[in-house]
C-alpha cells in the first residue's frame, strides 16, 4: 500500500535554528498538506500546497515558515527560526483531487526545540 | 466546514460494538462525514467517509440518518488494539482538514 514517509522521525534542534522536514507523499497525490500537533493536544492545520503552491494557510503559518517542493518527489516543510512552543509533532499529508477529506498522513516528525 | 461535537471518551471491552455519535446540526449540502483514527505518536488515519444511509468496509460502519445532524461510528468487536482516538470531521472539496478533540475509546481486557 502506498504510504506518505517524513523524515527525520525526531529532531532536536537549539532555539533560533532552522529546521528543515521532509516528507515523501504519495507518488499520484496533487495535494500536500503540513499538519502539527502539539503534545496533548489537537492535530491544527498548517498550510495546503497544490500546483507548486500554496493554496490555504493557517495563522499559525506565519514568516517563518516556508513549504516547497523542490523536485518532483519531496515537500519540505522550512521553519526558520525556531521558538520554543514549535516543538510538536509534524505530520505531512497527501491527497488526490475528488478526495472529499481522504487524506493519507505520514508517521510524524517529532521536533523538539530546546 | 460545519461544526461537529462528539464525546470526548468512551470505555469498551474486547469483543464489544463501540458507537460513537457525531453531532453536525449544521453540515452543508456539499459536506461528507469522514472518520479518522490516530495512535499514539502516529499521523492520523482515514477510516471511512459517507453522504447518506449507511456505509461499511473492513474496519467500520458508519450510519447517516436523512437529515444529516448527526452520525454514527460502529466499531464491531472491539481489541485492544482499537485503543485510539477517533475523529468525526465535516469535509468537502476545499480538502483542509479541521480536527476536533476527537473521541477517546479506551479498550480493555
Known amino acids: 500500500e502506498p504510504e506518505v514517509t517524513q523524515t527525520p522521525s525526531h529532531q532536536v534542534t537549539q532555539m533560533g535554528q532552522e529546521v528543515i522536514l521532509r516528507c515523501v507523499p504519495i507518488s499520484n497525490h496533487l495535494y500536500f498538506y503540513w499538519y502539527r500537533q502539539i503534545l496533548g493536544q489537537k492535530v491544527e492545520f498548517l498550510v495546503s500546497?497544490?500546483?507548486?503552491?500554496?493554496?490555504?494557510k493557517s495563522e499559525i503559518f506565519d514568516d517563518q515558515f516556508s513549504v516547497e517542493r523542490p523536485d518532483g518527489s519531496n515537500f519540505t516543510l522550512k521553519i526558520r527560526s525556531t521558538k520554543l512552543e514549535d516543538s510538536a509533532m509534524y505530520f505531512c499529508?497527501?491527497?488526490?483531487?475528488?478526495?472529499?477529506?481522504?487524506?493519507?498522513f505520514g508517521q510524524g516528525t517529532r521536533l523538539t526545540v530546546v | 466546514l460545519a461544526k461537529t461535537t462528539q464525546p470526548i471518551s468512551m470505555d469498551s471491552y474486547e469483543g464489544q460494538e463501540v458507537n460513537i455519535t457525531c453531532s453536525h446540526n449544521?453540515?452543508?449540502?456539499?459536506?461528507?462525514i469522514t472518520w479518522y483514527q490516530q495512535f499514539p505518536s502516529q499521523g492520523p488515519r482515514f477510516i471511512i467517509q459517507g453522504y447518506k444511509t449507511k456505509v461499511t468496509n473492513e474496519v467500520a460502519s458508519l450510519f447517516i440518518p436523512a437529515d444529516r445532524k448527526s452520525s454514527t461510528l460502529s466499531l464491531p468487536r472491539v481489541s485492544l488494539s482499537d485503543t485510539a482516538v477517533y475523529y468525526c470531521l465535516a469535509t468537502s472539496n476545499d480538502y483542509k482538514l479541521s480536527f476536533g478533540a476527537g473521541t477517546t475509546v479506551t479498550v480493555r481486557a
Open positions: 500546497f497544490y500546483n507548486n503552491e500554496i493554496s490555504e
Open positions: 449544521n453540515i452543508a449540502t456539499n459536506d461528507y
Open positions: 499529508a497527501s491527497s488526490d483531487p475528488g478526495g472529499r477529506g481522504e487524506a493519507f
